[in-house]
């Protein structure tokens, strides 16, 4: 490999720059996406959390198109996992409930096991929505009391809680693995 992973950052709205903040800490180039363009040549990308009707508005005029159209893995979290599940972009295969946890808990924090790691992952969860329903391809790798809340779908990772919010980069790490799995088999543009 030459270079440091380059890794968008969709930067519509919402939490972009924690997102930014944690690729820089592992290494990675990260680049601030607002026009399709911008996704061309990109190792990955990341769709971060926000207000997904917001986010879906604001991508009408083309990254709507550029985001089907891209190739590598993709990292959504909370609002991103809204906008790649099945209701908006169906590129990924599970079907999401906005704000599915009642007022009272909208907000919480949670010890989560992760997949194949004997310390638990601290899980931030803000107005966050919940999966119902998974397609037969995609992988749990992270529950909360029994509900899918860090899913793989082929090339997407999609949290529904937010990774960048914790010092805790084992989620993006994962991520970047995925990046590197896929360039060193030729998709990518290292
Ligand atoms: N509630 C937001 C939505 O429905 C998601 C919240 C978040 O990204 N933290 O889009």
Not at 14 to 33: I, K, S, T, W
Not at 91 to 119: H, I, K, M, P, T
Not at 143 to 158: A, K, M, Q, T, Y
């Amino acid at each position: 490999m030459t270079g440091p992973l380059r890794i968008g950052v969709l930067a519509i709205q919402g939490d972009f720059r924690e997102h930014a903040g944690v690729l820089r800490r592992l290494g990675a180039d990260p680049v601030e996406v607002r026009k399709p363009e911008q996704l061309d040549g990109l190792d990955g990308l990341i769709v971060p959390g926000g207000e997904s009707t917001a986010i879906s508005l604001l991508i009408r005029d083309g990254l709507e198109e550029g985001l089907r159209r891209f190739r590598g893995p993709v990292f959504g979290t909370c609002a991103g996992m809204i906008l790649l599940g099945r209701d908006h972009l169906g590129l990924v295969d599970v079907a999401v409930r906005r704000n599915a946890y009642g007022r009272q808990v909208a907000s919480f924090e949670a010890d989560l096991d992760l997949e194949g790691e004997a310390v638990p992952l601290r899980g931030v969860f803000i107005r966050a929505p919940r999966v119902d329903v998974i397609g037969p391809g995609v992988e749990v790798l992270a529950e909360h009391d029994g509900e899918p809340v860090l899913l793989r779908d082929g090339r997407f990772l999609v949290a529904s809680f937010h990774p960048e919010l914790t010092d805790d980069t084992r989620v993006h790490e994962r991520f970047l693995d995925m990046v590197r799995a896929e360039v060193m088999a030729g998709g990518g543009t290292l």
